[in-house]
């Protein structure tokens, strides 16, 4: 067995295309990292920017944060006020959805994480969520903010009269507010 250990020149030239490709490819994917994390970056910003921009969200950030009441009697069929809740709480609902579905990661989800906790340890917010889930569980239906519920659940934030639809009737804790 003989090994001839010659090059020719049409052997460098395919040996550097080969490496000026590996090279290519390197910078490519580091390019497309790069871009993808800005993308992601300007998303988390839009998110955010939303919250503290559009009027309706946060105002009723406003009222959660400083506990002005404004789930009472008069809420159902209020008109602007119930479409505020509405709006807001559909908002972050989809960003717990975003969460659950892991478009974003939990490091990205820590830009929500303080508003969404106040949110679910809203009074207000409970009382609302206790009768929208008894309404949705009377006609078997999902509950309406359903991955924003489930996130609450996660954290423990509903204590077990929660998820008895009479203890509207027994203690003081929870109000019976529509037909359920």
């Not at 497309?32 to 998110?47: G, H, M, S, V």
């Not at 009723?60 to 209020?78: L, P, Q, R, V």
């Amino acid at each position: 067995m003989i090994f001839d250990n010659t090059f020719n020149t049409g052997d460098i030239i395919a040996f550097l295309g080969l490496i000026a490709v590996i090279v290519g490819g390197f910078f490519s994917l580091y390019q497309y990292n790069k871009t993808t994390k800005l993308k992601r970056a300007d998303y988390i910003n839009d998110l955010t920017e939303k919250i503290r921009t559009d009027n309706d969200i946060s105002s009723i950030i406003y009222k959660i944060e400083y506990g002005i009441e404004w789930y009472n009697d008069y809420f159902h069929g209020s008109g602007e006020l119930e479409r505020q809740v509405d709006k807001t709480l559909s908002y972050f609902s989809y960003i717990c959805y975003l969460k659950k579905q892991k478009i974003i990661s939990d490091r990205e989800f820590k830009f929500f994480k303080y508003e969404v906790d106040r949110i679910l340890m809203n009074e207000d917010v409970i009382q609302y969520f206790y009768n929208l889930y008894h309404f949705a569980r009377k006609f078997s239906d999902p509950m309406t903010f359903q991955y924003l519920f489930e996130y609450g659940e996660e954290m423990n934030i509903f204590d077990k009269e929660f998820y008895d639809k009479d203890s509207c009737k027994i203690g003081k804790k929870y109000h019976k507010r529509i037909n359920i």
